[in-house]
């Protein structure tokens, strides 16, 4: 890029560009995931200061971890339709702009954890983006149709340091939780690659639904939703939760379910294009993340 094109990058459309690296709106779906455990851990009202800082930090490193993956796939970027408008894409940022970018937040969100919250968040924070920049984008990404499934982890690890935040310690609850999002990632994901399976072909991306067809893929996605509405169950009977998390996981399980059956029995139909409907179920596991974690934080006073 000459120093010419670089003048004509005006200063407001740079600033949306930095915070477009961090994928905010996918940090929002992290930060669902950890404010509510920090009200189980308390089992009420935790520190509002401690939930502040713990979001800009969590923020800052899993931005990093996303200003870091463009910058490794900005190859792939470039000829993908639904990643063809990101910074470095368009030269709104340079490389090497977002490579120091994104080493920059993940050193200051570090930082922030281990001196305002508790050198165990700080750690499970720097182990999350380096798993998703490392593990998941430069390894597994590009080899193995397993790549969401493994490197899916990073986007557990946020229950993890919701609930460290608030004890400097380990339960069985945010394990509960971190295993209801490991198997609510394929699931949540495949849905959205059926969709977009030729954008990964054309980029040798080997997503599921890329090299396996639609039956095989909806056979899997129903598989790990069997499991991740049992495992959600679990929190329940080990005490940590009553009735008001019990009502909202068995029902919006019970929907997931049947949303991710028909999805199966129209992939056995043959059903192909827009009657796939994929796209429901992709939506619905946002909402039902959501409702889940929502019953997490009010479970506590309604016990």
């Given at each position: 890029?000459?120093?010419?094109?670089?003048?004509?990058?005006?200063?407001?459309?740079?600033?949306?560009?930095?915070?477009?690296?961090?994928?905010?709106?996918?940090?929002?779906?992290?930060?669902?995931?950890?404010?509510?455990?920090?009200?189980?851990?308390?089992?009420?009202?935790?520190?509002?200061?401690?939930?502040?800082?713990?979001?800009?930090?969590?923020?800052?490193?899993?931005?990093?971890?996303?200003?870091?993956?463009?910058?490794?796939?900005?190859?792939?970027?470039?000829?993908?339709?639904?990643?063809?408008?990101?910074?470095?894409?368009?030269?709104?940022?340079?490389?090497?702009?977002?490579?120091?970018?994104?080493?920059?937040?993940?050193?200051?969100?570090?930082?922030?954890?281990?001196?305002?919250?508790?050198?165990?968040?700080?750690?499970?924070?720097?182990?999350?983006?380096?798993?998703?920049?490392?593990?998941y984008?430069?390894?597994?990404?590009?080899?193995?149709?397993?790549?969401?499934?493994?490197?899916?982890?990073?986007?557990?690890?946020?229950?993890?340091?919701?609930?460290?935040?608030?004890?400097?310690?380990?339960?069985?609850?945010?394990?509960?939780?971190?295993?209801?999002?490991?198997?609510?990632?394929?699931?949540?994901?495949?849905?959205?690659?059926?969709?977009?399976?030729?954008?990964?072909?054309?980029v040798?991306?080997?997503?599921?639904?890329?090299?396996?067809?639609?039956?095989?893929?909806?056979?899997q996605?129903?598989?790990?939703?069997?499991?991740m509405?049992?495992?959600?169950?679990?929190?329940?009977?080990?005490?940590?939760?009553?009735?008001?998390?019990t009502?909202?996981?068995?029902?919006?399980?019970?929907?997931w379910?049947?949303?991710?059956?028909?999805?199966?029995?129209?992939?056995?139909?043959?059903?192909?294009?827009?009657?796939?409907?994929e796209?429901?179920?992709?939506?619905?596991s946002?909402t039902?993340?959501?409702?889940?974690?929502?019953?997490?934080?009010?479970?506590?006073?309604?016990?």
């Amino acid at each position: 890029m000459t120093s010419s094109s670089r003048g004509r990058r005006p200063f407001g459309a740079r600033v949306k560009a930095f915070v477009a690296l961090t994928k905010p709106r996918i940090i929002e779906l992290l930060l669902i995931t950890t404010v509510p455990v920090m009200f189980l851990a308390q089992q009420g009202v935790p520190d509002l200061k401690l939930v502040l800082i713990t979001c800009i930090g969590g923020y800052l490193s899993a931005g990093g971890a996303n200003a870091l993956n463009m910058w490794y796939d900005r190859d792939i970027d470039a000829l993908m339709e639904r990643t063809s408008q990101r910074p470095l894409v368009t030269g709104m940022v340079s490389p090497t702009e977002c490579l120091v970018f994104g080493i920059s937040l993940a050193v200051v969100s570090t930082l922030l954890f281990g001196f305002a919250v508790n050198w165990l968040s700080a750690w499970l924070s720097l182990g999350a983006l380096l798993f998703y920049v490392v593990v998941y984008t430069m390894i597994l990404k590009r080899r193995t149709s397993q790549n969401i499934v493994w490197g899916g982890i990073a986007g557990c690890l946020p229950v993890l340091i919701g609930w460290s935040s608030v004890t400097d310690s380990m339960s069985w609850a945010p394990v509960i939780l971190f295993l209801v999002m490991f198997f609510w990632t394929p699931p949540h994901y495949w849905p959205l690659s059926m969709k977009v399976k030729d954008d990964y072909a054309r980029v040798g991306v080997p997503m599921l639904p890329v090299i396996a067809s639609n039956k095989v893929v909806a056979r899997q996605i129903v598989l790990y939703s069997w499991v991740m509405v049992g495992v959600s169950l679990l929190l329940t009977p080990l005490g940590y939760t009553g009735w008001f998390y019990t009502a909202v996981a068995l029902l919006a399980g019970g929907f997931w379910l049947w949303e991710a059956h028909g999805l199966q029995n129209r992939a056995r139909a043959e059903v192909t294009g827009a009657k796939l409907k994929e796209m429901r179920l992709f939506h619905w596991s946002i909402t039902y993340v959501s409702l889940l974690f929502v019953a997490v934080a009010v479970d506590p006073f309604l016990r």
